[in-house]
């Protein structure tokens, strides 16, 4: 038998329904639509016996066989039409979950299809492609600015920022040297690097996020198993009082009758369909349920735990305060920082500019811009040199408050005009949902993140956002 897809059956069982309907209705030939939806029916009675059988040998036993029979004991007594309606029930139902199923799977193949595939390999003073699969451990690598980095190892030459969020839910770029580590997945900033490799690609840590994401693809829900956990049990019932009711009435019509409504095709796709109807939307809003029974302890649960980068907030670094020193007003201090960083391609100088154009502050131009690696940002304005960037390169020794969150540091000539710090903000709809739980029965909710505990309850306004009961746990940094 030609090995086809549900889809394809489904289309092929549609078409023949057409073809019977005008056989009896327009030519008028009951016979000629009973001969084509009989022979049609059997072919894929066969086609599903065959699929069952095979399951079966797989120690699993499902409630299909009442369809099966349901199909068949109606082809066997004439009643054509109720045989197709079962077998569209049946296959449009697998179908639908089959489309389900690829819709939920969208999250793994954008996955794949973004992972690591080359690597550029340094060999002397060559550099060759390669795949991914082929570095071995100890080989130098070459990173673009921009790039993915293709598998785990360690910085030997070269500074950068590395955006690591994909991986650790952190939204400040990660700043590397010489010597730090550096994980497959994370995206590399502006400056190339030269890594080495300490990891096969298949033992990195984005090989690992796939697998864990294949992993939730093949784990079926605990629910979903239910109807064919009782499918002996239901099918020996079933069938003893078709017979009965055979019997009794004298009639092998009744049996057919007994079977069409013991079919169980609300019993096999309800749970399922509605299963990966759920993956799939919960993947379509960014969400990888890690097993299948998840979903169905969902209902029953009291307690919920959110990460806080990304899940809470927004998952990237925007302005946050603008804190001039004396005699320098907020919005000069904002328009020249920003118009020496609109031509920097680092994450902080983006948002800083967007901010500044958001809030309609002018960029003046500006002349002789550099980058200083790993430092910061200078310019000429109006013929001054105006630096932008850490507190080191902009502050070298003078005393200032220190700050507990992301800042840049702005300096004009010889005078530090002030500085300006970044945070990542809450979620417009995080405090709905913390409600929303509430509503349904969670009596507990909690935050997990790695930031100190004053940035992460005093910035983030935590026990404001929850409504009763916040709780707060520091959970420990991914290890490199």
Known sequence: MIKMSHKHILMIIACVAVISLFVQFIYGSSLGAQIIITIMGAYFVLVMLAEMIQTIRHGQYGVDLLAILAIVSTLA?????????????????????????NKANTELKALLDNSPQVAYRITGDQITTITVNEVAVGDQLLIKPGEVVPVDGMVISGTSTVDESSLTGEARPQPKQPQAPLMSGSVNGDHAITMQATQLAVDSQFQQLVKLVQHAKNTPAHFVRLADRYAVPFTIVAVLLAFVAALVAKSPQRFAEVMVVAS??????AAPVALVSGMSRASRNGIVVKTGDVIEKLARAKTVAFDKTGTITNGHLSVDAITPVAGVDEQQLL????????????????????????????????????????????ATLNGQLVQVGKRKFILGDQVVAPTKYTAIYVRQGEQYLGRITFQDQIRPEAALTMQSLQQHGVTKLMMLSGDQTATATGSLSWSALMMSGPNYYRKPKLPP
């Open 77 to 101: 007594v004439g009643e054509h039409w109720a045989a197709l309606i079962i077998l569209i029930m049946l296959v449009g139902g697998d179908a639908l979950e089959d489309y389900a199923t």
């Open 264 to 269: 169980p095709c609300p019993l096999i796709l």
């Open 335 to 378: 328009q020249l920082a920003a118009s020496v960083e609109q031509h920097s391609n680092h994450v902080l100088a983006r948002s800083l500019v967007d901010y500044a154009q958001a809030n309609d502050v002018p960029l003046l131009p500006v002349n002789d811009v550099q980058e200083i690696t790993a430092n910061g940002v200078q």
